[in-house]
């Protein structure tokens, strides 16, 4: 298609079923379908629209992936060679670094990282132990406050669980690599801190199970075993599947089904700039045999596409939203606790969904609206065949399509940006969250494990310097530093113009008060933290997807 046609400005904002030029739409539709077309690349994962317009124009990342190609398996000899190796090549120590190895000031920051480190939206409550965790009372014998049991703690509320078991399970590993498939307990103590309490390495009979009260080697190894997993399920996971996958299915369908002159479309095309780039990018340069994904992670790329197909398989639409994840997950019981990420999250979820709704209402304003839009039914079940679990529109309110245009949004912005932030200080320390473990858990008893041990676990060191190198690029200000945040300056003049319709216009502008209004409220939590987070600030949200 002609670029000229791509970049034609639409005339104004109208429902199909009221265009007094339908000839024409049904023309603009028509071109669309035949330019939004998608083909399967991987067995048992959504196909993908290869081609790039000018509606998703966005700049390559410069990752210089000559320069990330790890070369040998020579283990470290020391932890000290390890940090040494951050000031030859003058790099700056990541934050983790610091209180790694610092005893309890190394368990109260293993625990804030599930609150507001690069992957916070796993956590969460529970008031029994699942059948698959084999943690024992006698393990965490004397981890708890001296009047509470565990039945009693959990029945309180104040056991916490992260859970990969289900979704590391049985994963295909690379020659040489291992993958724990963790469950990880921790509690919400007297003097309101959360710490950790057990890891359980996978679901068996009899699993390895580790704790504070172990040897301290055997505590930190758990920790590494926990740690990798995690970076594997937020990365092929969460990160290329929720986000890059989600977000091109959302932007071809969008752009294939929706005219230029409609107000959904008007309304996300801002947000879904750069998706349907960004994941030909990943899966050209990123997920290709031999490439930086398959020789930097421990399972390689085909346990990497495992995990990402088990990411669609189990995707679950509805409680993806951030206010139903925030009510599933009982985030509420943390608050005083320091989950920073879920408070302020909810901040800007509200605002999304606000600004949505209100858009909706506009055009929307009574049920033959929707029952007519044939433009958006088709939008609709399209998504529906891609994501199976979204849900359906009603005719008679608009709050499931609220909530589908609130959870696009939600994801190309703040759920992304949240899974950016702070990459260099959690990631960028190889012990602290590593791409891959070269050896499994030792057979041997806990009270055996010694600092060797965790030296032979670490990748390499060619492997930590290519990680530390990728990550030093992934950085926001390194990779992304020309993607417009979600925070526009409307005094300066630097907005985006959204809508052709001077009323949705003007509901845009609002959103944007909006948005100020929420930075200023979490600036002045901020103040009052012991530490800031900034991630879900508007004016550091980036406004769509960038690898």
Known sequence: MPDCMIRQKPKNTVLPQKDGEAESRHKEIQKYIKL?????????????????SFFDVTPNPSYNLALLRPSDAVAWD??????????????????????????????????????VGDFPFTIEQIRTLPKHVKIKPHHIEGLLDPDLDFQTACQKGKIFMV???????????????WLSAPTLLLYHNNNKQLVPLAIQLFPATDPPICTMNDNKYAWMLAKIHFQC????????????????FCCSIYASTTFRCLSTKHPVRQLLTPYLRGSIASLNYIVDKLLVKGGLVDNLFGVGLEGGLAITRKAHKDFFFINFGFGNDYKNRNC?????????????????????????????????????????????????????EAIPSVICLKEYTLDPLVFIVTNIIWTCT????????????????????????????PRKPKDEIVLKDILLTLPSKTHSLAQV????????????????????????????????????????????????????????????????YTAMLPSKIAKHVYV
């Not at 709704?357 to 399209?382: C, G, K, S, V």
């Open 163 to 177: 859970d990969y078991s289900k979704k590391l399970k049985d994963i295909p590993l690379k020659n040489g690599g």
């Open 36 to 52: 939004y077309q998608a083909s399967e690349k991987f067995n048992g994962l959504p196909p993908l629209c290869r081609e790039i």
């Open 78 to 115: 020391s932890l000290e060679s390890l940090e040494a190796m951050y000031h030859l090549h003058q790099y700056k120590m990541p934050a983790s670094a610091e209180i790694w190895n610092v005893g309890e000031a190394s368990d109260l920051d293993f625990a804030e990282q599930r609150l």
């Open 332 to 384: 509420e019981a943390l608050k005083g606790c320091g989950y920073h990420a879920a408070e302020d999250g909810l901040l800007i979820w509200e605002a999304i969904k606000k600004y949505v709704r209100n858009i909706m209402d506009l055009f929307y304003t009574e049920p033959a609206d929707i029952i007519n839009d044939t433009e958006l039914h088709q939008w609709a079940q399209e998504l529906k």
């Open 229 to 244: 997993a995690e970076t594997h399920w937020r990365f092929f996971g969460a990160k290329i599947y929720n986000i890059h």
């Open 414 to 441: 703040a759920y992304h940006s949240a899974l950016n932030d702070n990459l260099y200080d959690t990631i960028g320390f190889v012990p602290n969250k590593p791409f891959s473990v070269q050896y499994p858990w």
């Open 469 to 532: 190198q990728w990550v030093q690029q992934m950085r926001p200000e390194v990779s992304s530093p020309s993607v417009p945040r979600l925070q526009e300056d409307p005094d300066a003049g630097h907005y985006e113009e959204v809508f052709v319709d001077s009323c949705a216009h003007g509901l845009y502008l609002t959103f944007l008060e909006y948005l100020r209004d929420v930075e200023a409220q979490i600036n002045k939590q901020n103040s009052q933290r012991t530490t800031a």
